[in-house]
């Protein structure tokens, strides 16, 4: 969600800062800010909307300083205005802030009686004026502001600095992410590596209820307990955290088209060098195992219920799936045989990390499947399987999907083989028919002009709904969201088989009716279905093979997708969900790579 960059250099730092924070675009904001410290005096600059108008900003009122730190802004408490924009500013101390303090209300209204007023309608301006008033009782910066996050409830990732210091800046992470770079005499702070990756290579994660002091010798740590903590420096690939478009008009068409490489990676990663046999990690035993539960949000709980089918159809193991924001508050039952599945491509997802620490002691095995192996889940989580999805800078998932759904298959396959239900030769014979699937991915894409077509017919209408049965219902699910996200039509996906039990009610001439049906088990159902909303002049749209298009008889619109083994049939009837989306919200102009309202990386509950 919101950005964080903080750099105490040996330059000017508002171009750098400003810099960093368009590599953190992608994860949504609609206000943003500067502040430095110059010879000792402390200043900001910010700007609402869109970054390049607080680079215009900064040319008609430039900001000295060697000193400084940034923020991009996704709107919780208090309306996008640039009084709400960060940095918020009280007395001598600045602060840029990530999460929401649950607790504010409270402590806004004890400083009101001290005779602290608030110039804003944020959380995060409280944490500042909260600050000053320790230092005006005397307090140092860095005891003032470890009495002010003695004070703090809720979830932030924080950053301090301070009028007439030069050389200090104070971080804090508690339950949002915050990253240290190291540099040459310089010392960096990120919300995310890729904002730092041209700074610096070397990258210190830290902690749940870490603490850090930043002078540009080095950092010193801090634990939640106030001990000295020694956290490891990573050396971050600067080639992964380039992000470019490669050509292609939006970093969401990008990521659709390396779909057909990223799965082949991901699989490579988890099989053996001749991908005959899986290399998964042994600590992922599914032989003492006797229910599996499934927990994301969005667009990763729909990979978790299409994976549902396969653990329970291939491994005939016991699945469940919940939706991560609700998981902890029904009171789950857990046991000791029990593993727990947490997918998030950041791995910092805030109420899918909460039902892993909740979960935490309950079951047998916690797993986290992350896009990014350095992420809160991936450490926190017994094992950690990444998804090598690369880089997802637009706001919609999509590469990250199909590469979850890659992961969750192989640990499905993994568990039919530990429970009994396949040989090591079936599961071999799986691993053949996967090695086809980038190029039947590559036969969908092919498949863009004629699905951009079918896309025009959406783009003027309010309303449509996608059907599926079996593995195809989450995908109508994810095919809704996905138009929701980017067009802003309002869509649902629904089991064809329960159309008749309300939703048969909406179908007229003009609502799109999008069924996803490839020629497998349930497709004659499915097609008896689609069947009843043709009989009231339905506007159908139908994807499904030659064989099943040859079937199904006539139908408005139709588009012939390849053949696919019924296994294989979510991955690729994912491309046209994908591409109906992103070509619907091109003809109606919508910002495709930063829809409206919405975060990459939800961090916040």
């Not at 801090?222 to 020694?230: F, K, L, M, S, V």
């Not at 919609?396 to 640990?411: D, E, H, I, R, Y």
């Not at 139908?542 to 008889?553: C, M, P, V, W």
Request: with cysteine; aromatic share 4%.
């Amino acid at each position: 969600m919101c950005g964080i960059v903080g750099i105490l250099g040996t330059h000017q730092v508002a171009p750098v800062i400003l810099e960093a924070l368009k590599r953190l675009e992608y994860r949504g904001y609609d206000s943003a800010g500067i502040a430095t410290v110059n010879a000792g005096h402390l200043d900001r600059r910010r700007a609402l909307g869109k970054l390049v108008n607080l680079s215009d900003l900064l040319v008609h009122e430039p900001l000295a300083g060697m000193a400084g730190i940034g923020h991009t802004r996704w709107a919780t408490h208090g309306a996008p205005t640039v009084a709400n924009a960060h940095p918020h500013r009280a007395g001598r101390v600045a602060v840029v802030h990530n999460g929401i303090i649950e607790n504010f209300r409270a402590l806004r209204s004890e400083l009101a009686a001290a005779g602290l007023a608030h110039e804003s309608d944020t959380d995060t301006e409280t944490i500042a004026v909260l600050t000053r008033h320790y230092m005006d009782q005397g307090m140092t910066p860095t005891e003032a502001a470890n009495a002010t996050l003695e004070r703090l409830e809720g979830a932030f990732a924080l950053a301090f600095l301070f009028e007439g210091e030069d050389d200090l800046m104070i971080g804090a992470r508690q339950g949002s992410p915050l990253a240290v770079g190291h540099g040459d005499g310089e010392m960096y702070l990120g919300s995310d590596a890729l904002a730092l990756a041209p700074l610096t290579d070397r990258i210190t994660y830290l902690d749940e209820g870490d603490r850090v002091v930043l002078t540009r010798a080095g950092a010193s740590i801090t634990d939640a307990q106030g001990r000295r903590a020694n956290r490891p420096l990573t050396r971050v690939r600067l080639d992964q955290a380039t992000v470019d478009k490669a050509g292609h008009r939006h970093f969401m068409a990008k990521e659709i088209a390396e779909q057909p490489a990223v799965l082949g990676a991901t699989m490579a990663f988890h099989c053996t060098p001749d991908k005959s046999a899986l290399a998964l990690p042994e600590r992922l035993d599914f032989t003492a195992c006797d229910r599996l539960i499934l927990v994301a949000c969005g667009t990763g709980y729909y990979a978790a219920q299409v994976a549902k089918y396969w653990f329970e159809g291939v491994a005939g193991l016991p699945c469940e799936t919940d939706i991560a924001s609700e998981y902890r508050y029904r009171q789950p039952v857990l046991g000791a045989r029990n593993m727990a599945v947490f997918i998030s491509q950041s791995g910092e997802t805030a109420d899918t990390l909460a039902a892993l620490r909740h979960v935490r002691g309950h079951v047998a095995c916690s797993v986290g499947v992350i896009n990014v192996p350095t992420s809160s889940i991936a450490r926190e989580s017994d094992v950690a399987l990444p998804i090598l999805a690369g880089p997802e800078i637009s706001v919609a998932s999509t590469k990250a999907f199909t590469a979850q759904l890659m992961v969750l298959l192989l640990m499905a396959l993994k568990a039919a083989q530990d429970r009994g239900k396949l040989s090591a030769q079936q599961v071999s014979d799986h691993l053949q028919l996967l090695q086809t699937l980038p190029g039947l991915m590559r036969a969908a894409l092919d498949r863009e002009p004629d699905i951009a077509e079918l896309a025009q017919g959406l783009a003027g209408v309010n309303h449509a709904l996608f059907l599926g049965r079996g593995p195809m219902l989450p995908l109508a699910s994810e095919a809704a969201l996905k138009l929701k996200e980017l067009s802003y039509i309002h869509a649902e996906g629904y089991a064809s088989g329960e159309l008749k039990h309300g939703p048969i009610a909406l179908i007229d001439e003009t609502m799109p009716v999008i069924v996803l049906a490839p020629r497998d088990s349930l497709f004659a159902k499915t097609v008896s279905n689609m069947q009843e909303v043709l009989a009231r002049q339905g506007r159908v749209v139908l994807f499904s093979d030659r064989a099943g298009l040859a079937e199904a008889g006539a139908v408005p619109q139709s588009l012939a997708m390849p053949e696919v083994p019924e296994m294989l049939a979510p991955f690729v009837y994912a491309v046209p969900a994908q591409l109906l989306a992103y070509h619907a919200a091109l003809a109606r102009g919508t910002d495709v790579d930063q829809p409206r309202n919405l975060a990459k990386s939800v961090t916040v509950e």
